[in-house]
């Protein structure tokens, strides 16, 4: 049995986002738990996560089911958002319990991140990927001072019970080593010979994504980019979609870009014209599965959209395949966009 697990946003209030779960037999076809797949609300009441929880994490640990999550709280209406990293349990992995605050927070990073001192208000810790070793856990996850666009770093840190974290004072990657661009939705891999880090490259000069994996000896430092959806031949290039090409003084003229994006949503049904993001990866019989979510362009009301796809990673141009897309009732809480997949395979 497959549980994936994902974050859903519903077209009514964009800006409210939730955790569900939908299971599947083959990995392909899933269908929502009880009935609509929400299984961790938000609280609008809550202290410290009032706006959204997303980026679930779900491991087996010590007798337990834990889910590490990504959590944004605002103070009043208008008020500055906090970022910060939740923890979850659960004896099933679909009745969760929340821990009654953040696990990790901007205060967490004052003295490590660049930038952040003693008075900055703004900043957060978020996306965070667990490995399960011998003697702990490790986690990594982003943190960023002012901006996660400008100034976005990996992190690195370790704990024996996965409550208590050390974190590694020196990052592990800068979204800046590769442009303008920010980095996002690291997963990590134990492989022969050391680690692989999966994650997402935003190009922040035209608001698309690529996802990339790097190899290390330690989780640490990294090496060797290549660049797996869209796939390119070496380096790192990412882009909208294009349909037409026509340009003026280089850049494609308002009307022009607007006439692509329904070429796009008419020819392609609008499908990867951001690109793809939030890599999970999984073994299956042999086979490496790749599973993320896609940035889709829609109507002028729909404007973007996404959902959740799949494909094998050795044939990764020719098998992709929608696994969950936005439920159809525009009043539910994931009618606007599915993402953040993360899937456990169960016996």
């Given at each position: 049995?497959?549980?994936?697990y994902?974050?859903?946003?519903?077209v009514?209030?964009?800006?409210?986002?939730?955790?569900?779960?939908?299971?599947s037999e083959?990995g392909?076809?899933?269908?929502?738990?009880?009935?609509?797949?929400?299984?961790?609300?938000?609280?609008?009441?809550?202290?410290?996560?009032?706006?959204?929880?997303?980026?679930?994490?779900?491991i087996?640990f010590?007798?337990?089911?834990l889910?590490?999550?990504?959590?944004a709280?605002?103070?009043?209406?208008?008020g500055?958002?906090?970022?910060?990293?939740g923890?979850?349990?659960?004896?099933?992995?679909?009745e969760?319990?929340?821990?009654?605050?953040?696990?990790?927070?901007?205060?967490?990073?004052?003295?490590?991140?660049p930038?952040?001192?003693?008075?900055?208000?703004?900043?957060?810790?978020?996306?965070?990927?667990?490995?399960?070793?011998?003697?702990?856990l490790q986690?990594?996850?982003?943190?960023?001072?002012n901006?996660?666009?400008t100034?976005?770093?990996?992190?690195?840190?370790?704990s024996?019970?996965?409550?208590?974290?050390?974190?590694?004072?020196?990052?592990?990657?800068s979204?800046?080593?590769?442009?303008?661009?920010?980095?996002?939705?690291p997963?990590?891999?134990?492989?022969?010979?050391?680690?692989?880090?999966?994650?997402t490259?935003?190009?922040?000069?035209?608001?698309?994504?690529?996802?990339c994996?790097?190899?290390?000896?330690?989780?640490?430092?990294?090496?060797?980019?290549?660049?797996?959806?869209?796939?390119?031949?070496?380096?790192?290039?990412?882009?909208?979609?294009?349909?037409?090409?026509?340009?003026?003084?280089?850049?494609?003229?308002r009307?022009?870009?607007?006439?692509?994006?329904?070429?796009?949503?008419?020819?392609?049904?609008?499908?990867n014209?951001?690109?793809?993001?939030?890599?999970?990866?999984?073994?299956?019989?042999?086979?490496?599965?790749?599973?993320?979510?896609?940035?889709?362009?829609?109507?002028?009301?729909?404007?973007?959209?996404?959902?959740i796809?799949?494909c094998?990673?050795?044939?990764?141009?020719?098998?992709?395949?929608?696994?969950?897309?936005?439920?159809?009732n525009?009043?539910?809480?994931?009618?606007?966009?599915v993402?953040?997949?993360?899937?456990?395979?169960?016996?």
């Amino acid at each position: 049995m497959y549980y994936l697990y994902y974050a859903g946003i519903p077209v009514e209030d964009q800006s409210v986002e939730q955790i569900g779960l939908a299971v599947s037999e083959d990995g392909v076809y899933f269908d929502r738990v009880n009935g609509t797949g929400l299984i961790l609300p938000l609280d609008r009441q809550s202290r410290w996560a009032n706006l959204r929880v997303c980026n679930p994490t779900v491991i087996w640990f010590r007798g337990e089911w834990l889910m590490y999550y990504h959590v944004a709280h605002q103070e009043g209406l208008r008020g500055l958002v906090n970022h910060s990293i939740g923890l979850a349990r659960s004896q099933d992995g679909v009745e969760w319990r929340n821990e009654p605050g953040p696990l990790l927070s901007v205060d967490n990073m004052r003295d490590i991140h660049p930038g952040l001192t003693r008075d900055s208000k703004s900043g957060g810790v978020i996306e965070p990927a667990i490995l399960v070793e011998e003697d702990g856990l490790q986690m990594w996850f982003v943190g960023y001072g002012n901006s996660y666009r400008t100034d976005s770093k990996l992190y690195h840190a370790v704990s024996a019970d996965g409550c208590e974290w050390h974190i590694t004072r020196n990052w592990v990657l800068s979204g800046n080593q590769f442009g303008d661009c920010s980095v996002h939705y690291p997963q990590v891999l134990k492989v022969d010979g050391g680690y692989e880090l999966w994650f997402t490259l935003q190009n922040n000069k035209n608001e698309a994504y690529a996802i990339c994996m790097m190899e290390s000896a330690d989780g640490l430092v990294m090496d060797r980019l290549e660049q797996v959806l869209p796939k390119v031949p070496e380096g790192f290039t990412v882009k909208a979609r294009e349909g037409f090409v026509f340009k003026v003084n280089g850049r494609v003229p308002r009307g022009v870009a607007r006439l692509n994006w329904e070429v796009c949503r008419i020819g392609w049904g609008g499908r990867n014209y951001f690109g793809y993001a939030h890599p999970h990866v999984i073994e299956e019989g042999g086979e490496r599965i790749l599973y993320y979510h896609n940035y889709n362009y829609g109507s002028k009301r729909r404007r973007t959209w996404m959902d959740i796809s799949r494909c094998e990673l050795a044939r990764a141009r020719s098998t992709h395949k929608v696994v969950l897309g936005p439920t159809a009732n525009p009043k539910a809480w994931d009618s606007w966009i599915v993402a953040d997949p993360f899937v456990v395979k169960r016996v």
